[in-house]
Antibody, heavy 122, light 107 residues
Framework: EVQLVQSGAEVKKPGESLRISCQGS????????ISWVRQMPGKGLEWMGR????????DYSPSFEGLVTISADKSINTAFLHWSSLKASDTAMYYC???????????????WGQGTLVTVSS | EIVLTQSPGTLSLSPGDRATLSCRAS???????LAWYRQNPGQAPRLLIY???NRATGIPDRFSGSGSGTDFTLTISRLEPEDFAVYFC????????FGPGTKVDIK
């Protein structure tokens, strides 16, 4: 069974750093991109960026460039999303998803991880 | 950036009813590169349709997608209890973007 399993919920203070993870199983991890998607409370879905685990090349939505870092360790089939200094406005659910690449350079997402809830509060 | 709008915002229907959801793009979506997802409360989104009309693995045939260019439709022929959820469209003809969602609730 193809699945993505994310790390558990986090409660952090503003200014702290954080790294959350997404481990893939049941498929060749290096054959598909991993994307990260944000969902703020009660809101819609926002694509943040993606990584190609085969060479760790990443690209970002302009809305998130410089605010987060996406990385991967193919030896443990895991992708990461990292913040160096959290803000209260980073409070959200974060999903990873396997992305099926197409000729356009983007793709659809399947499956999705179960989500990691990040709460940033003083 | 391609902006997606979805209508209606909320659709109130009964189990067994037919649901028709619309997704409109601000510019033409390349090669019908459009997907649909269902998100049940407290759960991650689940892929239903990709390539505008291709059902994902394990998705029942009551779900169908159509459209091209800037106008796309998701049709659910007979609503089951688990179909009362929020539906998002997503384009991948360029940098991925999602519509704001349509909530299907029980009338």
């Amino acid at each position: 069974e193809v699945q993505l399993v994310q790390s558990g919920a986090e409660v952090k203070k503003p200014g702290e750093s954080l790294r959350i993870s997404c481990q893939g199983s049941g498929y060749s991890f290096t054959s598909y991109w991993i994307s990260w998607v944000r969902q703020m409370p009660g809101k819609g879905l926002e694509w943040m960026g993606r990584i190609d685990p085969s060479d760790s090349s990443a690209d970002y939505s302009p809305s998130f460039e410089g605010l987060v870092t996406i990385s991967a360790d193919k030896s443990i089939n895991t992708a990461f999303l990292h913040w160096s200094s959290l803000k209260a406005s980073d409070t959200a659910m974060y999903y990873c998803a396997r992305e099926f690449a197409t000729s356009s350079g983007a793709g659809w997402f399947d499956p999705w991880g179960q989500g990691t809830l990040v709460t940033v509060s003083s | 950036e391609i902006v997606l709008t979805q209508s209606p915002g909320t659709l109130s229907l009964s189990p067994g009813d037919r649901a028709t959801l619309s997704c409109r793009a601000s510019q033409s979506v390349t090669s019908r590169y459009l997907a649909w997802y269902r998100q049940n409360p407290g759960q991650a989104p689940r892929l239903l349709i990709y390539g505008a009309s291709n059902r994902a693995t394990g998705i029942p045939d009551r779900f169908s997608g159509s459209g091209s260019g800037t106008d796309f439709t998701l049709t659910i022929s007979r609503l089951e209890p688990e179909d009362f959820a929020v539906y998002f469209c997503q384009q991948y003809g360029s940098s991925p973007s999602f519509g704001p969602g349509t909530k299907v609730d029980i009338k």
